[in-house]
């Protein structure tokens, strides 16, 4: 039982030598690495199978100190290696008796379990991919090439997906995001949800159930949008079969509502916001205890606490910056903090900010109130649940990606914040100004935005 590095020492090997050459000298030392518990390496590879993340596969451990060059006879111990000292003096190193294990053995055994491998198969479409949230439009007002307008896909198992609202080109997005599986996809969507009838935030929807139309059991429409659907249907062609409309105020908490149109969605929650007329948010409960809360647009809202008590994931709208909060008001959103302020009220476990202004092309400008439980969304990232703790670590990169952005943002708060100085008495609103800056141009497109939102509403009432 002698350390390799004694063993190297001449003062020990002359020791060694003093022994009759008959004697032979086992060495028990760290240079042992036969495997010596299998089954621990056997469990292993089983669970490993289920949860390769989980379940890491075991390691051995091999000295990295040279072995000393020995003149003595000499074995070097192996686990259950044995010496018989009658009826003959021997080693017995019964090949069977030494432990080894070959994985691929393991893996077989338990792959003829009966069911185990089909389990392991849900385990992991569950687990790891379920839920998945997949934003396909982050942006406000009008689309943009980087930010589309919103439109988020819930993937809450392997056969049913919910779409949170449907804006103008979520299909197109679809297809971006999943290629040639856009129609799996699109015949997994059992349910959308429209939060109300600003045009960013359905006027994908006719294309969508359009394409959907190929692959399509009849699917739940929930929202206000039937006068909408129904001038299509009359005017352009026919569409209302394609569809189960339930509206947005069934699903309200205390509503009375038709039991056969709303018991699928016992889960499914709604309330009224402070949007516009009809605006609503939603929240939704997961058998297997997940929780997600989607605030369409709206100012802070009590209402939308209550519903998404608890939520493990809350989507809410962040359109504006801190500091604008006069004009988050007059256009009824909210603001970066206020978002967040939501989340803190709800107990979120996660906040993903979105809806931006299209003011902020690429990044939002993050408030002092991030903290560790809060994201930004950007086109075409996909979300599960198992990455919260991963998603506040991204920040970093994405700051000095968007280094330029941000530093321009900057530069933009602090000129309005000095002429809000100078203005200060004279009853301008901080927001506007006469400058060229982007954020003028921004508030133009999301006035451009209103103006052909109404000019929608008009044509409904044609
Ligand atoms: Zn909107
Ligand atoms: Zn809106």
Request: glycine letters at 6%; aromatic letters at 8%.
């Amino acid at each position: 039982m002698t350390p390799e590095s004694v063993l190297q020492l001449d003062r020990y090997k002359g020791w060694m030598e003093r022994f009759p050459s008959t004697t032979e000298h086992l060495i028990l030392n760290e240079h042992v690495s036969t495997v010596h518990n299998v089954s621990c390496h056997k469990i292993q590879t089983h669970l490993n199978m289920i949860h390769p993340d989980i379940f890491p596969p075991l390691k051995t451990y091999k000295s990295k100190e040279s072995r000393a060059d020995l003149s003595v006879p000499n074995v070097r111990a192996e686990c259950l290696l044995k010496f018989q000292l009658r009826p003959a003096l021997e080693w017995q190193r019964l090949v069977d008796a030494i432990p080894s294990y070959n994985t691929e053995d393991f893996v077989k055994e338990a792959a003829e379990v009966p069911n185990f491998l089909e389990n392991v198969e849900k385990c992991r479409d569950i687990c790891s991919k379920h839920p998945e949230v997949v934003f396909l439009g982050t942006g406000s007002a009008v689309p943009m090439k980087i930010r589309n307008v919103s439109g988020t896909l819930v993937n809450i198992s392997p056969g049913r997906s919910v779409l949170l609202d449907c804006g103008e080109g979520t299909f197109g997005q679809l297809c971006r995001q999943y290629g040639d599986d856009v129609d799996q996809v699109l015949s997994r969507i059992s349910t959308v949800f429209i939060s109300h009838l600003h045009a960013d935030h359905h006027t994908g929807l006719i294309k969508l159930l359009r394409q959907r139309q190929r692959a399509l059991v009849r699917q739940h429409v929930i929202g206000d949008i039937m006068s909408w659907l129904g001038q299509y249907h009359d005017h352009c062609e026919e569409i209302l079969g394609l569809f189960n409309l339930i509206p947005n105020m069934f699903l309200c908490p205390g509503a009375e509502a038709p039991k056969e149109k709303t018991q699928a969605f016992i889960q499914f929650q709604t309330c009224t916001v402070r949007h516009c007329k009809n605006a609503f948010a939603c929240s939704f409960d997961h058998q297997s205890g997940w929780k997600l809360a989607f605030s369409g647009d709206t100012m802070p809202c009590n209402a939308f606490v209550h519903i998404g008590k608890n939520a493990t994931f809350l989507i809410h709208e962040a359109t504006l910056e801190d500091g604008l909060e006069e004009a988050a008001v007059e256009k009824r959103h909210s603001t970066t903090s206020q978002a967040i302020g939501m989340g803190m009220k709800m107990n979120a476990d996660f906040i993903m900010l979105n809806h931006f202004s299209q003011r902020y092309t690429k990044i939002p400008i993050f408030s002092k109130d991030f903290t560790d439980r809060v994201g930004v969304s950007f086109d075409h990232m996909r979300v599960r649940f198992t990455d919260f703790k991963v998603l506040p670590k991204l920040i970093p990169a994405l700051k000095s990606l968007f280094a330029e952005e941000l530093e321009e943002m900057e530069e933009r708060r602090e000129r309005r914040e000095l002429k809000s100085l100078r203005s200060s008495g004279s009853g301008e609103p901080i927001w506007s100004g006469s400058d060229t800056s982007e954020a003028e141009r921004g508030a133009k497109r999301e006035h451009e935005a209103a103006a052909a939102s109404m000019d929608a509403k008009r044509l409904k009432l044609s």
